[in-house]
């Protein structure tokens, strides 16, 4: 159970940012599909899955919705970082890349 409640958060945190840093796609982020879970790593490494009915289910469970425009980066030494978005001033910023 608390493996899929990561789950379930890391692919909402994902949700909003998975295609934006990586380097094929630059320019042309895409939207999630509906159902779809994506799972980012600490290495920045990703993952998606379609779930079935029920596990998706049991994801929403624990799942809470984006509430503003969230950022993350990785370092030179390929560790992810979530970045504070909490102010007007970086949700602008935030919302301006995702444009």
């Known amino acids: 159970m608390?493996?899929?409640?990561?789950?379930a958060i890391?692919?909402?945190?994902g949700?909003?940012?998975?295609?934006?840093?990586?380097?094929?796609?630059?320019?042309?982020?895409t939207m999630m599909k509906g159902g779809q879970?994506?799972?980012i790593m600490p290495d920045g490494h990703m993952g998606t899955m379609m779930p079935d009915a029920k596990t998706s289910a049991e994801m929403m469970k624990t799942?809470?919705?984006i509430k503003h425009c969230?950022?993350?980066?990785?370092?030179a030494k390929g560790k992810t970082y979530?970045?504070?978005t909490?102010?007007?001033k970086a949700q602008a910023e935030c919302e301006k890349m995702a444009m």
């Open 2 to 7: 608390h493996s899929i409640k990561l789950v």
């Open 10 to 13: 890391a692919g909402l945190v």
């Open 15 to 29: 949700l909003s940012v998975s295609q934006a840093f990586a380097e094929d796609t630059m320019g042309t982020m």
């Open 37 to 39: 879970v994506t799972a």
């Open 63 to 65: 799942a809470k919705p």
């Open 70 to 75: 969230m950022m993350m980066m990785t370092d």
């Open 82 to 84: 979530m970045i504070d």
């Open 86 to 88: 909490s102010t007007k």
